[in-house]
């Protein structure tokens, strides 16, 4: 009886350790599996063979990702982590033993591949899905994170993405990106933009359908489900190919071009494969915008297509002529008017390109072509609909087509590089210097005599408006003190009030045009000889993201400007106290407005200006609720060689102080980058940049309390209740801490900010930040 029990006991244990030992049949991948590229085994098959997981040739090292297997090339389906640098040959992909799908490397780096603790098999699928699993159960799967491609028995949900490789062969994040909106449409956008309806060049037009996907069916039938009255099917496509006797895969792919189209792959034999397109979302590759880039233009039709770039324009890259291009010329028109250069226009017919002009009126063709030529702001004029339309550049989604009834001016300088100088003997210099210098002398004689005869300040306010007068790039408007009173109504309604003084509301030309009207009250000596130095400097200064100064007034001790009225106020009263926030891809574009309004005033205007005060407050919002910077100038203007004190009363928050402002260090550009990498975060947390009511001593300082977000992975408390996509909002946070760091040579230049705002820059990590400086 002893002998029987023990002879039952050994054999439960051996029972026991068989079922403990006995690998998991969910999955035929089993734990501490690996994978290696100079290996045999440097990939995982699907039972049918025709899918595989593993390493693959890409660049100079190997990519890890899901491929179909045919013949003459495989095709790539999936990537992981697919902006990663390819990795070397000692790389490894490890199932290790704690269930954990890792990537590791010769150097020592581990990366966990899939965002799951712990699992206990794998598999590729024959559906072209590698998944992993636990107790039977799949815990993650290939399938919920696309990234070019769905294939068949695969969809595309609410919230997610295509986005395009770069090339056939690299497959790393492309220029284009096709998306399954939360409305319910699919729409397909150019990466570096604001995704805003003009950006869009493909849709499935099923908006207000919410909870919708896009599905691609073993059958090859590409559709959405509808959910309106009764539930309907919308069919994009449908495989017509017959593939007889023979296994079809079906992929639905977003291809390196920006379009969407769906495949049928033929599989007769592991040496016989054929490959059709089923169905395209576009059939004209100039119909994709940013195809051809900044400043190029797409002519051609079907796949018969040319990117050429503008007339003074090169391309970025000769051998990638759709990374668009850049102006031959090293200064703007405005600068190489004095300097007596000469101009002509050059015409392209039947162009269009994204309307977005600073100016549009009606005129006649050839009247529209000489407006452009004698306005030094204007780069390109678009004639069409009887309508001129100027513009000045980058210009972006340029396109050529027979069934476009409109004429393009652009203007060229007639002799790049070559300045029109009149040269001459030294003899004849030398006689025109003493010419000018006897001159200069009898005018400086003349002034002083003026002086002294027309002591009273309204000859020199007649004067100042003459100077401004004759410039000829503006038009200014000069008031009298009694003209701005009765405009305002004896200054009766405030629109608000600064650090400078106070903002009225008035109306001129009749009672025709609202305009603001600025007083201002911190005037020190010598503003006079200020004023008519930097007035028409300011007047010149002209862009769609700035606030236009329309006229001036200066009576004795009375100054005031007179701007466009922009009715619809501060981006700090959009931020911080308007009933609803403006929507994270309005933020964004309104990010970009104020970047390219900086960008004009430090690069592109004729001398550059540091606005110093880079503020929520001092950022308006037109009728089109476009960002305009306001208040440029004003420091120079009021406070002639005092520019460091005259920030600390024109600042409305010390929070948007650069630190050099504090410690006495040379003032330069990088001082409007760091205020507006704050301004950058107080529009991604729709909050101001110093709060005092908050839960944690943490999140007082709110660049301080990104950065915790940011190293803690947590960037989703900056936003509360609100959904944004991670990655999104991952890359303008970390655009806003580079801009405030406290090492001004580590502050990214206004262009570059640009570039990373629009995607078209990688961003790496930001080093920590210095303490913040607090005190009031």
Partial sequence: MALESCLLLLILFLLFVETR???????????????????????????????????????????????????????????ANRDDPPVSSDATINFSVEGKLLLRTGQGYENLMADVSVSDSASMLDSGNFVLYSDCNITWQSFDFPTDTIIGGQSLTQSQELVSSVSSSNHSSGRFLLGMQTDGNLVAYPRN????????????????????????????????????SEPQVLLFANSSYSCENSTTIFRATLDADGIFRLYSHCIESKTSWSVHVEWSALNNQCDVHGFCDFNSYCSGTGTNYECSCYPGFVFNDPNEKFNG??????????????????????????????????????????????????????????????????????????RESKTISSTAFFKEETNPGQKIIIESKKS???????????????????????????????????????????????????????????????FREELGRGSIGAVYKGKINGGQKTVAIKRLEKVLDRGEKNFQAEIPIIGQTYHRNLVRLLGFCFDHSRRFLVYEYLKNGTLADLLFTAERRP??????????????????????????????????????????????????????????DKIRSSMALLSHSRGHLAPEWQNNALISIKADIYSFGVVLLEIICCRSSIKADVSTED??????????????????????????????????????????????????????????????????????????????
């Fill in 325 to 398: 291009c850049y102006r031959n010329a090293s200064e703007s028109f405005c600068a190489g008017r004095k300097e007596g250069r000469k101009y002509h226009v050059t015409e392209i017919e039947n162009l269009l390109f994204e309307r977005d002009p600073y100016s549009a009126e009606e005129l006649e063709e050839e009247k529209c072509r000489l407006s452009c030529l004698e306005d030094c702001h204007c780069d390109v004029a678009l004639y069409m609909d009887a309508k001129c339309e100027k513009y000045t550049f980058p210009i972006r989604y340029g």
């Fill in 583 to 640: 929507v994270w891809k309005e933020r964004i574009r309104i990010a970009l407005d104020i970047a390219r309004g900086i960008l004009y005033l430090h690069e592109e205007c004729e001398a550059c200006i540091i606005h110093g005060n880079i503020t929520p407050q001092n950022i308006l919002m037109d009728d089109s609720w476009i960002a305009k910077i306001s208040d440029f100038g004003l420091s120079k203007l009021l406070y002639p």
């Fill in 699 to 776: 999140e007082m300082i709110l660049s301080r309390w990104a950065y915790q977000c940011f190293v803690a992975g947590q960037l989703d408390l900056l936003l509360k209740d609100e959904h944004v996509e991670y990655e999104s909002l991952e890359r303008m946070v970390k655009i806003g801490l580079w801009c405030v760091q406290s090492d001004l040579a580590l502050r990214p230049s206004i262009k570059n900010v640009i570039l990373m705002l629009e995607g078209s820059e990688d961003i790496p990590n930001p080093p920590s930040l210095a303490p913040v400086l607090t005190t009031p």
């Fill in 21 to 79: 030992t006995q690998p998991n049949q969910c999955g035929e991948i089993h734990l501490d599996s690996q994978l290696s590229p100079t290996s045999n085994l440097l990939s995982w098959l699907s039972p049918s063979g025709h899918f595989a997981f593993g390493f693959y040739p890409q660049g100079n090292g190997f990519a890890i990702g899901i491929w179909l297997i045919g013949q003459p090339d495989n095709t790539v389906v999936w990537t």
């Fill in 428 to 490: 004849l210099i030398m006689f025109l210097a003493i010419i000018f210098c006897s001159i200069a002398i009898l005018c400086f004689g003349i002034a002083i005599s003026t002086f002294f005869v027309y002591r009273d300040r309204a000859f020199l306010y007649e004067k100042l408006s003459e100077i401004i007068s004759l410039t000829g790039e503006f038009t200014l408007q000069s008031f009298s003190y009694d003209e701005l009173e009765k405009a305002t109504d004896g």
């Fill in 193 to 228: 933009s604001a995704d805003l309806p003009n950006d869009a060049y493909w849709s499935s037009y099923t908006d207000n359908n919410v909870g919708l996907n896009l599905s691609l069916n073993l059958q090859g039938h590409l559709f959405m489900n509808l959910y309106k």
